[in-house]
T-cell receptor, first 113, second 113 residues
Framework: GDSVTQMEGPVTLSEEAFLTINCTYT??????LFWYVQYPGEGLQLLLK?????DKGSNKGFEATYRKETTSFHLEKGSVQVSDSAVYFC????????????FGKGTKLTVNP | DTGVSQNPRHKITKRGQNVTFRCDPI?????LYWYRQTLGQGPEFLTY????????KSRLLSDRFSAERPKGSFSTLEIQRTEQGDSAMYLC???????????FGNGTRLTVT
């Protein structure tokens, strides 16, 4: 079945460091791909998305490119801030829409000043 | 946009008791979703509604679980004869039709003792 695998956490970085969180997926057809973020004490929020191969999603300095050849959707940010500390979830939608998302296990990021 | 509201935030119950959770979606959203999240895992899809119709249920949703969305507004998730394995965070999300992003609530944390 459809699945998402993301890098094990936790990840601890210093402020202004470069961030990469790896995400690979297994799916039939052409899924849409998402990154959700959960800040402490808050609900999940959509960070960015990509709906077809080679699309790049971006938001708040974060980027991820839909790579069909490597079935990947790695999250990157060039310079992290303390306020980026959160849990990041990679997810896919098997039918290309928003229903029935399949999530990875999440990666906890802590950014120290 | 007041966001997705879930009540209660926390519920502690004894094994064998019934519990009911409520979700109030964003008012103009037609779709409503329930997910379950256990510690260290990503959210897992349980079921979703389009207006008042329940369109899909996961195999995770055993016969002890029932969800309703009367009149296509708020939704309730009931768990009968709770088991310790039901302990989890239950997340509600809503969206407009057509693949728009999911908006998640803060969840109801259930602990079965």
């Amino acid at each position: 079945g459809d699945s998402v695998t993301q890098m094990e956490g936790p990840v601890t970085l210093s402020e202004e460091a470069f961030l990469t969180i790896n995400c690979t997926y297994t799916a039939t057809g052409y899924p849409s791909l998402f990154w959700y973020v959960q800040y402490p004490g808050e609900g999940l929020q959509l960070l960015l998305k990509a709906t077809k191969a080679d699309d790049k999603g971006s938001n708040k300095g974060f980027e991820a490119t839909y790579r069909k050849e490597t079935t990947s959707f790695h999250l990157e940010k060039g310079s992290v801030q303390v306020s980026d500390s959160a849990v990041y979830f990679c997810a896919l939608s098997p039918q290309g829409g928003s229903e029935k998302l399949v999530f990875g296990k999440g990666t906890k990021l802590t950014v120290n000043p | 946009d007041t966001g997705v509201s879930q009540n209660p935030r926390h519920k502690i119950t004894k094994r064998g008791q019934n519990v009911t959770f409520r979700c109030d979606p964003i008012s103009e959203h037609n779709r409503l979703y329930w997910y379950r999240q256990t510690l260290g895992q990503g959210p897992e899809f349980l079921t979703y509604f389009q207006n008042e119709a329940q369109l899909e249920k996961s195999r995770l949703l055993s016969d002890r679980f029932s969800a309703e969305r009367p009149k296509g507004s708020f939704s309730t998730l009931e768990i009968q004869r709770t088991e310790q394995g039901d302990s989890a965070m239950y997340l509600c999300a809503s969206s407009l039709l057509g693949g728009s992003p999911l908006h998640f609530g803060n969840g109801t944390r259930l602990t079965v003792t």
